[in-house]
């Protein structure tokens, strides 16, 4: 049988909540494809979820015992949630902890991350020091750094005989598991601020590793406190991928004695999780919170067949591949696949999805993975408001949930309170999945699912050039072609970077340039089976990447890549009073390459680096012009 691959483009003018496009097939046959029609770019979804946080979300009442933190917001009633205005809710959903009370704030402090606005970190610097953590009465202990079930009013001081959510006396209890890593979380994002960027203005701008050593005391906190179900130890609780790159964080700030502390709890856990035939178990048996954080704790120490259940229970609760928005990835309760869909989960448990399609190109099932794992990363912000769901009002709040059922049946796009109509007006939870859908965002460029000659290039362009036998006298203009990022395709970027298209290319082309539209643009996998074992990664922690181009030759070893060359774009810190004019940033290479490889700065000769076969690389640029370009490249040495 011969099979043919054909693409198409298809180019919408608008927001828009659904819209269909039926294909015509040659035997008559017609298929539906259903698109839901965000914002020209991802990256202005995150900046207008960002802007509506800091600004409509805020609780900016003196006199209110939630004064500075982050609140859910109803866009039914277009109002803020607050204790007064919603007395008959139970008090955790108005008391600015739990997921709910966590889910905007996460968003909001990983969003300034690759977006550092200076008015929206004084928001969340503000919820840190006069919230969260301030001198007497916070949420969180400065003793013993519990974190309370809720908030309550001062005047509330009154023993919790037994757990009741309506009941105000236990909001100070400070057992549930779940609430550590979303706080954790939030002190290792302050501290991510004040590395990257030294002209924020914060409480501890001088001091970045106060905040790393809170974030390492709630660690201590989260396992060695008391929690309802030994949460700590019997739970994979959201936001737990964070522990490894906490504990890299503490060895990068030669605090080695707490990193020791941290990984011996971090092991033990896992070990205790392999030991268990179905270690996936959350809070309520409908969850599917624990994906994330199980897979982390495998992947990070040497467990693979924890790793491999994880995964497979993962994709298990997924919607699959279905040619509709609304169940390309979404995960999937007890309810089925007409009700609760697009939840928090939905991206954050593609963190695992996607570590484990990059970790093993060899695998025909990382290639056939890809698909979901990149629909369910961006499926949620559909349920951003953009103007689809109403062209007007609070542009910038998310809807908590999906009900399909309702949808399939033709109920319209509308913001209510009410949980079955399609969209939920309360942004509840969604924040998390919008967190971890920027922790994992990336352009990734791999072997077609379907093709297995052609390329497809997931939230990125990918153009092919030097096909084999073409140029073989002139081997150094081939290279050169690559080299120049600065004006190859500039008109095919500029056109196409703000589009979620695919295209297909040789899959054997000598020189390949990438050019991501991501919401980040910060970090590329390249996972193709022909380059070896392990994925190639490129990734910056603070600028962003323009254009990625890779020379390919066959080698001792088969197919190897001898050229990297990255164009890079200066993101602006908004709003600061005392703007650098040159800032560092950190470049992180490898997984793919083998062999020793001589690094230049623009132009000029900077570092000479030895890989091996899935070991990557961190270099930093000291010097880095805040206002212009600038480019880095990778030539291996003969």
């Known amino acids: ?121 004084a928001v969340f ?40 959510l309506n009941n105000p006396c236990c909001g100070s209890n400070t057992d549930r598991s779940y609430n550590y890593p979303h706080v954790i979380n939030l002190w290792f994002n302050a501290y991510r601020l004040c590395r990257l960027y030294p002209e924020l203005d914060m409480v ?24 309802w179900g030994n949460g700590s130890w019997a739970l994979g609780n959201m936001g ?10 503490l060895l990068d700030e030669n ?20 030991a268990r035939p179905y270690p996936y178990g959350s809070e309520i048996s409908e969850d599917t919170t624990a994906f994330e954080a199980v897979y982390a704790l495998a992947s990070t120490t040497g467990h693979a067949g924890l790793m491999r259940r994880s995964i497979a229970a993962n994709l298990a609760t997924r919607g699959g591949r ?33 570590a484990y399609a990059t970790g093993n190109t060899t695998s025909t099932a990382a290639v056939e993975l890809l698909p979901v794992t ?15 769901v109403h062209p007007t009002t609070d542009l910038g709040t998310v809807g908590w949930v999906l009900n399909h059922q309702l949808f399939d049946q033709g109920a319209t796009a509308d913001w209510s309170a009410d949980p079955s109509i399609t969209v939920n007006a309360l942004t509840g939870e969604a924040g998390l999945g919008l967190f971890g859908a920027l922790r994992a965002s990336a352009a990734v460029l791999s072997l077609h699912p379907l093709n297995a000659s052609a390329l497809v290039c997931y939230h990125c362009d990918v153009d092919a050039l030097g096909m084999p036998g073409q140029n073989e006298g002139d081997a150094a203009a081939v290279a050169q072609v690559a080299r120049t990022t600065a004006d190859l395709g500039n008109a095919v970027m500029t056109e196409r970077k703000n589009a979620t298209s695919l295209r297909v290319d040789d899959a054997n082309s000598r020189v390949l340039c990438v050019s991501p539209h991501d919401a980040l643009r910060q970090r590329l996998w390249v996972v193709l089976p022909q380059l070896g074992p392990a994925s190639l ?102």
């Not at 017609?30 to 979820?49: C, G, I, K, N, W």
Request: glycine share 8%; charged share 15%; hydrophobic share 40%.
């Open 1 to 121: 049988t011969t099979t043919t691959t054909t693409t198409f483009s298809v180019v919408f003018d608008r927001p828009s909540w659904v819209e269909p496009v039926d294909v015509t097939l040659a035997n008559g046959l017609t298929t539906r494809l259903t698109f839901s029609v965000v914002a020209p770019s991802l990256s202005e979804m995150v900046l207008l979820r960002a802007r509506f946080v800091a600004d409509k979300q805020v609780d900016t009442n003196p006199s209110s015992f939630t004064q500075h933190a982050i609140l859910m917001y109803d866009a039914g009633a277009r109002q803020l949630m607050t204790r007064d205005k919603y007395p008959g809710l139970p008090h955790f959903e108005t008391g600015a902890s739990d997921d709910l009370g966590f889910a905007d704030v996460l968003f909001l402090s990983e969003a300034n991350v690759y977006y550092p606005n200076q008015t929206q970190v």
């Open 125 to 164: 610097d503000r919820y840190l020091e006069r919230f969260l953590f301030p001198p007497r009465g916070g949420l969180q202990s400065r003793t013993d750094f519990g974190v309370k079930r809720w908030a309550e009013p001062p005047s509330v001081s009154c023993p919790c005989p037994s757990l009741n």
């Open 204 to 227: 501890h701008s001088g001091n970045r590793t106060v905040y790393l050593e809170r974030a390492f005391l709630t660690a201590q906190a989260f396992f060695m406190l008391p929690m």
């Open 240 to 249: 737990e991928s964070v522990f490894p790159l906490l504990a890299q964080a």
């Open 255 to 274: 605090m080695a004695a707490q990193h020791a502390v941290l990984w011996g709890w971090w092991r033990a856990k896992a070990v205790g999780f392999a």
């Open 322 to 354: 279905a040619p509709d928005f609304k169940h390309y990835g979404s995960d999937v309760r007890c309810f089925g696949d007409t009700d609760y869909q697009l939840s928090y989960m939905t991206a954050l448990g593609a963190l695992a999805l996607l």
């Open 374 to 388: 990149m629909g369910a990363l961006v499926a949620q912000w559909s349920s951003v408001n953009c103007g689809q």
């Open 537 to 638: 990664l490129v990734k910056m922690d603070r600028d962003y990447m323009q254009r990625v181009c890779l020379e390919q030759q066959a080698g001792d070893h088969g197919i190897g890549v001898t050229h990297v060359s990255v164009q890079l774009g200066a993101r602006p810190v908004v709003g600061t009073v005392s703007p650098l004019p040159f800032h560092r940033a950190t470049a992180t290479i490898g997984g793919g390459l083998e062999g020793d490889f001589a690094m230049t700065y623009n132009g000029q000769p900077f570092a000479n680096l030895t890989f091996a076969l899935g070991e990557t690389q961190t270099v930093t640029f000291p010097n880095i012009d805040s206002a212009d370009m600038s480019n880095f490249a990778l030539n291996k040495r003969t």
